[in-house]
């Protein structure tokens, strides 16, 4: 699978001079580099039974997608976790933000496991804490505070959702934005959204669901004073956008879709509402990870996809759907780099410590953060619709 007559830059050969640093498009993953850990990883799983249970979150790597008990998006795979009570070491193939939901939703006893702990979230890292609640000082500063209501994605740290928890907020997920969003509005006569770390999702869902303008949006930048706002343009604002982005969906640009729609009538866009507005706006059809992959199972055979979400996934489908023609929207391969983290080595290193009786790399909540954080979740929870998937 590869994007159609589109030059790609061959492993290890070339730079992308667009890319974010840190997350230059290296080309192809290459094979695992020692077949026998395919055997050490069988046998350590074996050897662990039903005190295991090993999460697969749908971008991660094939080699490491065979030995997942359950696949999945965040939420959906630390609710899987926590109906599983049983087991005794959840091994969570993802990145250190979902490990951490699934360390708040899990029991006590159990413990999560995230094979590598480099493997990140750069969209995550955008939102700190202390910038949040900076954010939140100069907000009442400007006059604004007690008319906002604090909405994170779930793709955002512990202590975010926390904070969110404590002032007031929700969670969402990117399937039920539009939900969450309808329940802030909700909470105050006069309510203003912060949303944070994903400004694209933001929008995206406030201006295509929502029926806010683009100018009812504004952009707050941490790293500038004041977030780069006035407090005029705050108080006319009805949307407070954290300025953040994901790496891998912030790639994908419209002039790749005008070249593809040029080349191939019939072809359909199918993206990711992390994308930004102008890709959306280009695209046939927009949704979460899950509605991907929906709607390529209901796809008709023949059919011609380009999709703009994470390579690992997009590979997956086109070999799962032979009978479709399934591209990738973009002209570098590039995949999730942080996610990309969890590889053979580390999950067999992982696991073969359990059968041991060494606990690496534990994933842990403090207290007092776990407990506002369920309270934003449950929030999530409570609302009508898709409250459950990403």
């Given at each position: 699978?590869?994007?159609?007559d ?10 992308d001079?667009?890319?974010?640093r840190?997350?230059?498009?290296p080309g192809?993953?290459?094979?695992a580099s020692?077949p026998?850990l395919v055997a ?6 074996e050897?662990?039974g ?7 979150h749908?971008y991660?790597?094939?080699e490491?997608?065979?030995?997942a008990?359950?696949t ?21 193939c993802?990145?250190h ?5 699934a ?19 750069s969209?995550a890292?955008m939102a700190r804490l ?7 000082d100069?907000m009442?500063?400007?006059?604004v ?12 740290s ?11 907020g ?6 039920n934005a ?8 909700e909470?105050?006569?006069d309510?203003k959204?912060?949303f ?11 201006v295509l ?18 977030g ?8 006319s604002?009805r ?11 912030g790639r ?9 729609r ?8 199918l993206?990711?509402?992390e ?9 046939d ?5 899950e509605?991907i992959?929906k ?7 023949g059919?011609?996809?380009a ?7 997009v ?17 570098n391969v590039?995949y999730?780099s942080t ?9 067999v290193?992982?696991?073969e410590?359990?059968?041991a009786?060494?606990v ?5 909540v403090d207290e ?7 309270v ?9 619709g898709?409250?459950?998937?990403d």
């Amino acid at each position: 699978m590869t994007t159609i007559d589109l030059p790609l830059l061959p492993l290890g050969k070339g730079r992308d001079l667009t890319s974010e640093r840190g997350v230059e498009c290296p080309g192809d993953l290459p094979a695992a580099s020692d077949p026998d850990l395919v055997a050490r990883a069988r046998a350590a799983k074996e050897a662990l039974g039903e005190r295991v249970f090993v999460l697969g979150h749908h971008y991660q790597r094939d080699e490491v997608i065979e030995f997942a008990d359950v696949t999945g998006d965040s939420f959906k795979l630390a609710r899987d976790a926590a109906g599983r009570p049983d087991a005794e070491f959840i091994v969570f193939c993802g990145v250190h933000f979902m490990a951490e939901s699934a360390d708040i939703l899990t029991a006590d006893s159990q413990k999560v496991i995230l094979p590598d702990l480099a493997a990140g979230c750069s969209m995550a890292d955008m939102a700190r804490l202390g910038q949040v609640e900076d954010a939140w000082d100069a907000m009442a500063d400007a006059g604004v505070q007690d008319s906002i209501v604090p909405v994170t994605y779930m793709n955002s740290s512990a202590d975010i959702k926390a904070f969110c928890g404590r002032n007031g907020g929700v969670v969402c997920t990117s399937s039920n934005a539009d939900v969450a969003l309808e329940w802030a509005l909700e909470q105050k006569p006069d309510a203003k959204i912060l949303f944070f770390p994903d400004q694209h999702l933001g929008r995206n869902t406030a201006v295509l669901k929502m029926g806010f303008s683009l100018d009812d949006c504004v952009v707050w930048d941490p790293l500038q004073p004041g977030g780069g706002l006035t407090s005029e343009e705050l108080q006319s604002a009805r949307m407070i956008l954290w300025k953040g982005h994901c790496s891998v969906h912030g790639r994908f640009t419209p002039e790749v879709i005008d070249a593809l729609r040029a080349k191939h009538e019939g072809i359909n866009i199918l993206v990711h509402p992390e994308c930004t507005h102008e890709v959306v706006l280009k695209a046939d059809l927009v949704g979460s990870t899950e509605f991907i992959i929906k709607t390529i199972e209901a796809a008709e055979p023949g059919t011609t996809w380009a999709i703009g979400t994470e390579l690992n996934l997009v590979k997956r489908l086109a070999d799962a759907h032979p009978d479709k023609n399934i591209v990738f929207l973009d002209r570098n391969v590039c995949y999730c780099s942080t996610m990309n983290r969890i590889d053979l080595p580390h999950f067999v290193w992982a696991m073969e410590s359990l059968v041991a009786g060494q606990v690496v790399n534990q994933i842990t909540v403090d207290e007092a953060t776990e407990q506002h954080a369920l309270v934003a979740l449950q929030r999530m929870l409570d609302l009508p619709g898709k409250s459950h998937r990403d």
